[in-house]
C-alpha cells in the first residue's frame, strides 16, 4: 500500500501564512477625484500613490481610467459614471419586469388548466 506524499509546492502552500482580505472600503468621490489629481499632477506612477493612500494599484487605476471615461462624454469607449448608473438602473428594472411576465405566464398556465 502506497503512503500519499504531497508534493513540495502543496506543502509550501498549505504551510504558509493564511492571507487576510482586506475590508472592503467605500471612497467619497471627493477622495477619489483627489487621488486621480495626485496621480495626474505630481508625475509619480499610480503604484507609488496608491501605496502612499493605502490603496491598491488596481484600484486607483480604475479610478484615473473611469475619470478618463468621463472627461471624453460617450461614445465608443469605456462608459461614463452617469452611463453606469443608468445601465444598472435599467438591469434592475428589467429583472423587475421579466420576474413579472414570468408570474404571469403561470398565472395563464394554471387558469388555463384549471378551466379544462
Known sequence: METFHPSPVMMKVSMSPKVTKRKRR????????EAVRLVRGSGKT???????????ATCLRAWVNQ?????KGSGQGALTTDE????????????IVEQERDFIKKCA????????
Open 26 to 33: 467605500l471612497f467619497t468621490p471627493e477622495f477619489k477625484a
Open 46 to 56: 499610480v503604484a507609488k500613490v496608491a501605496g502612499e493612500l493605502d490603496l491598491t
Open 67 to 71: 475619470a478618463e471615461a468621463d472627461e
Open 84 to 95: 453606469r448608473a443608468e445601465l444598472t438602473r435599467l438591469r434592475r428594472e428589467l429583472r
Open 109 to 116: 398556465a394554471y387558469f388555463a388548466k384549471s378551466q379544462s
